[in-house]
């Protein structure tokens, strides 16, 4: 399988380094590829509890930091988004789900990869099937169990 090509931009918020070794550039650029149906160009951001908090007050108006906030720009020719990602939400619900730390960034990578090409599992029950099923297989490829097993 040919993987798509991926700028990767990869930062890491003074208050949210602590996952710096967890997150090397090489295994998030891959696993970012493998959800990806074109190519792309993408920002992927660790953030801390308060700036994930203010990120989805201000954009999705819910007043508590979140596990992933993808912002998509565009679709077509290219894929262009930014992926935030709340260390401290990842770090509890990988502890809560019984997963590394890796494996949930992984899958969070996997699922923000897949919004930001227009999919979406609040839709309706079928999309959330279909989107969850792809997340799977995905994350299968890359070596990992399904990500949804361990959430009962």
Not at 24 to 43: C, F, N, Q, S
Not at 98 to 106: I, R, S, V
Not at 133 to 142: D, H, K, N, R, V
């Amino acid at each position: 399988m040919a993987l798509n090509q991926l700028t990767l931009s990869l930062q890491f918020a003074r208050d949210a380094t602590q996952h710096r070794a967890q997150l090397p550039r090489h295994k998030v650029a891959r696993w970012i590829r493998h959800a990806l149906a074109m190519d792309a160009e993408i920002t992927v951001r660790i953030v801390g509890a308060e700036e994930g908090q203010q990120l989805n007050r201000d954009y999705r108006h819910k007043d508590y930091a979140t596990n992933v906030l993808t912002f998509d720009y565009q679709q077509e020719p290219t894929v262009a988004a930014d992926l935030v990602l709340c260390a401290p939400v990842v770090e509890r619900e990988a502890r809560e789900q019984n997963k590394t730390l890796e494996e949930h960034y992984a899958h969070l990578l996997v699922h923000g990869t897949l919004h930001a090409q227009g999919w979406d599992h609040e839709t309706s029950d079928e999309d959330a099937r279909e989107m969850e099923a792809y997340e799977t297989a995905i994350m299968e490829e890359l070596g990992f169990a399904d990500p949804y097993l361990s959430l009962g």
